[in-house]
C-alpha cells in the first residue's frame, strides 16, 4: 500500500499569504494519479485538484498542483479566509487508494 | 447537476449491521463507479472500497474484507454499502462519491453517520 505523508500538520496564514502544502509518497504513483481535496468543516470533502495538477470545474485558479513521482505541492496562491479547511492528498494509481492524515489551513 | 443523496443517520448495537444507500442522480449511473469512505470524528479519510456501477465489480480495502458488501440497483440509480459485525471504531461518518473512469472521487454525497454502541 502507498502511504501518503503531508506537511505541515497545521498551517497558519494571513489572508493574501501564499500557502504551500507538501504531500510525499512511500513509491511513485503511477501516471501521476494523485489528487487534492478540500473538506470545510461539517461538510464533505470537494475535489480540487486531480492528475496532480489539472483543476476541477468551477475551482479558482488561485489553487494550483505541481510534482510527479512522490513528491506532490499544492498552493493556494493568495489565501482568502473562505479557504480555512482541511486539505487532504490522495492517490487514485494503485489499489488500495489512500490518502494523506492531511493539513489544516488557519486563517490569522 | 449531479446529486449523490444518502440515506439518514443510524444508530447501531456491537454486532448488528448496517446498510448505507446513496441515490444519484444528474448523470447517467451506469457510467461511473461510486466509491465509499469513511470519515472517524475528528480523524482523516479512510477509502473503503469501489464498485462499478456497469457491471457490479467491486474492489474492497484488505481491512474490511469479509465485513463490506457494495452493491447498486441501476433500476433506480442508487448505491448501498452494507457494513456487518459492526465495532465501536466503525463509528464514522461514510461518504458515497462518484468515480470517472481513471479519475478521482469528482462529486461526494453529504455523509451518513453510523453510530455503533451498547
Known amino acids: 500500500e502507498i502511504v501518503l505523508t503531508q506537511s505541515p500538520g497545521t498551517l497558519s496564514l494571513f489572508p493574501g499569504e501564499r500557502a504551500t502544502l507538501s504531500c510525499r509518497a512511500s513509491q511513485s504513483i503511477r501516471i501521476n494519479y494523485l489528487s487534492w481535496y478540500q473538506q470545510k468543516p461539517g461538510q464533505a470533502p470537494r475535489l480540487l485538484i486531480f492528475g496532480a495538477s489539472s483543476r476541477a470545474t468551477g475551482i479558482p485558479d488561485r489553487f494550483s498542483g505541481s510534482g510527479s513521482g512522490t513528491d506532490f505541492t499544492l498552493t493556494i496562491s493568495r489565501l482568502e479566509p473562505e479557504d480555512l479547511a482541511v486539505y487532504y492528498c490522495q492517490q487514485y494509481g494503485s489499489s488500495p487508494w489512500t490518502f494523506g492524515q492531511g493539513t489544516k489551513v488557519e486563517i490569522k | ?118
Do not use: H
Open chain 2, 1 to 118: 447537476q449531479v446529486q449523490l443523496v444518502q440515506s439518514g443517520a443510524e444508530v447501531k448495537k456491537p454486532g448488528a449491521s448496517v446498510k448505507v444507500s446513496c441515490k444519484a442522480s444528474g448523470y447517467t449511473f451506469t457510467s461511473y463507479g461510486i466509491s465509499w469512505v469513511r470519515q472517524a470524528p475528528g480523524q482523516g479519510l479512510e477509502w473503503m472500497g469501489w464498485i462499478s456501477a456497469y457491471n457490479g465489480d467491486t474492489n474492497y480495502a484488505q481491512n474490511l474484507q469479509g465485513r463490506v458488501t457494495m452493491t447498486t440497483d441501476t433500476s433506480t440509480s442508487t448505491a448501498y454499502m452494507e457494513l456487518r459485525s459492526l465495532r465501536s471504531d466503525d463509528t464514522a461518518v461514510y461518504f458515497c462519491a462518484r468515480v470517472p473512469s481513471y479519475n478521482p472521487l469528482d462529486n461526494w454525497g453529504q455523509g451518513t453517520l453510523v453510530t455503533v454502541s451498547s
